[in-house]
């Protein structure tokens, strides 16, 4: 069946710092989505990436969908403390439900 | 706003018994989901439901059972809870079939003893 995987698993930076995780799936997506979940919280959709080699940013937040439709980028420019939390990709191969990877746990020291 | 609410933030049961685990979306969505959560290993799909009284199996449905009676409800059923189940489940909610944003609930924070 279709897999998602992320890296790093976990990421400690200092604040001020960049930061990227990396998401790639096991079978080409019909779709991509980012969630954000703050350290005792929910999963909170970030964003939806769809078409091939897709760029969107959102203030510090940039995400990228490859040109083939198997792997997708999330990078934050200048962290805050506020970035902290765990970051998830959920790709859709077509016509199948969405897989959720394992996640990045970002601690940003300030 | 969308609102996902479920029946509970903590709950500890004992081997055997039976659980349920409620969820209540306003939003008039047709899909719910029912996840958990552990250290590691992300989201998994237990159940899903795309419409009321249907439902289908996630990744992982064994020891598991779902009922959808409305469209605004979903319940997770641990017919006899065991202690790898101990862990947070999340249900979740979307408007369309497959591909559309998913809104969570708070989560179940599930100790099996």
């Known amino acids: 069946g279709q897999q998602v995987m992320q890296i790093p698993q976990y990421q400690h930076v200092q604040e001020g710092e960049d930061f990227t995780t990396y998401c790639n799936s096991s079978?080409?997506?019909?779709?991509i989505q980012w969630y954000k979940q703050r350290p005792g919280g929910h999963p909170v959709f970030l964003i939806q990436l769809v078409k091939s080699g897709e760029v969107k940013k959102q203030k510090r937040l940039t995400f990228q969908f490859g040109e083939a439709k198997k792997n997708s980028s999330l990078h934050i420019t200048a962290t805050q403390t506020t970035d902290v939390g765990t970051y998830f990709c959920a790709g859709n191969g077509y016509g199948q439900n969405f897989v959720f990877g394992p996640g990045t746990r970002l601690s940003v020291l300030p | 706003d969308v609102k996902v609410t479920q029946s509970s933030r903590y709950l500890v049961k004992r081997t055997g018994e039976k659980v349920f685990l409620e969820c209540v979306q306003d939003?008039?969505?047709?899909?719910m989901f029912w996840y958990r959560q552990d250290p590691g290993l992300g989201l998994r799909l237990i159940y899903f439901?795309?419409?009321?009284?249907?439902?289908e199996k996630g990744d992982i449905p064994e020891g598991y059972s779902v009922s959808r009676e409305k469209k605004e409800r979903f319940s997770l059923i641990l017919e006899s809870a065991s202690t790898n189940q101990t862990s947070m489940y999340l249900c979740?909610?979307?408007?369309?079939?497959?591909?559309?944003?998913?809104?969570f609930g708070p989560g179940t924070r599930l100790t099996v003893l």
């Open positions: 079978t080409t997506l019909s779709n």
């Open positions: 939003m008039d969505h047709e899909n």
């Open positions: 979740a909610s979307s408007f369309g079939r497959r591909g559309d944003t998913q809104y």
């Open positions: 439901s795309y419409d009321v009284k249907m439902k």
